[in-house]
Every structure is written in structure tokens, then in C-alpha cells.
């Protein structure tokens, strides 16, 4: 199944802080991504924080994954999850085909 992982920084990082949980979050983040976890990534523009596509086997297996991530664990991001799937209505305009 695929699951948006939406991502929103609640707690401003220290510039200290940025340096040390983000020399964690980034190799965390990109090992998710060489297994295949997280298909595509981006960075909102409308505030700070991230979206993911992740490839997952359920909502919780995605979500386990995202709440081991430095910036979770530490308490500076939150993320909403949404599983998502086929536009199944298109089918619709094949009836009668």
C-alpha cells in the first residue's frame, strides 16, 4: 500500500540542535529511502517540514518507521498519515466499454 507521511517541525530547532539531530535525521531518512520505504520525498512550501510517499505493508508499519526518526523521537516534528490508492471511480468510464 502507499501512505503520505506528512510531515510539520512543531518545535524550532537551536542551531546546535540542527546540527546534532540532523547529522542523524538525514542517514536515517535516506536508509529508509534505499529500502524502499520512502518512494519520493519533498519539502512543503507552505511551512516548514516534509511529505513522503512510502510503500508500506499497513498505515502502522509506515508509521513505525516515521516515529523512529531523530526529529520525532526528539519531539521537533509531527506527522499526519493518509493511506492513499488508486482514482477507483475512473472505472466508471469504462463501464459500457
Not at 524550532?12 to 540532523?22: A, D, F, G, T, Y
Not at 505493508?57 to 521537533?76: M, N, R, Y
Amino acid at each position: 500500500m502507499k501512505v503520505l507521511a506528512i510531515g510539520t517541525i512543531v518545535k524550532p530547532l537551536s542551531p546546535e540542535q540542527r546540527q546534532q539531530v540532523m547529522s542523524k535525521e538525514v542517514p536515517d531518512t535516506l536508509q529508509l529511502y534505499l529500502d524502499g520505504r520512502i518512494e519520493q520525498h519533498w519539502y512543503r512550501s507552505d511551512k516548514p517540514g516534509v511529505v513522503f510517499l512510502m510503500s508500506a505493508e499497513s498505515v502502522v508499519q509506515a508509521k513505525a518507521a516515521i516515529d523512529a526518526l531523530p526529529l520525532v523521537t526528539g519531539g521537533f516534528a509531527q506527522y499526519e498519515f493518509m493511506p492513499v490508492g488508486p482514482l477507483a471511480p475512473l472505472g466508471l468510464l469504462l463501464q459500457g466499454r
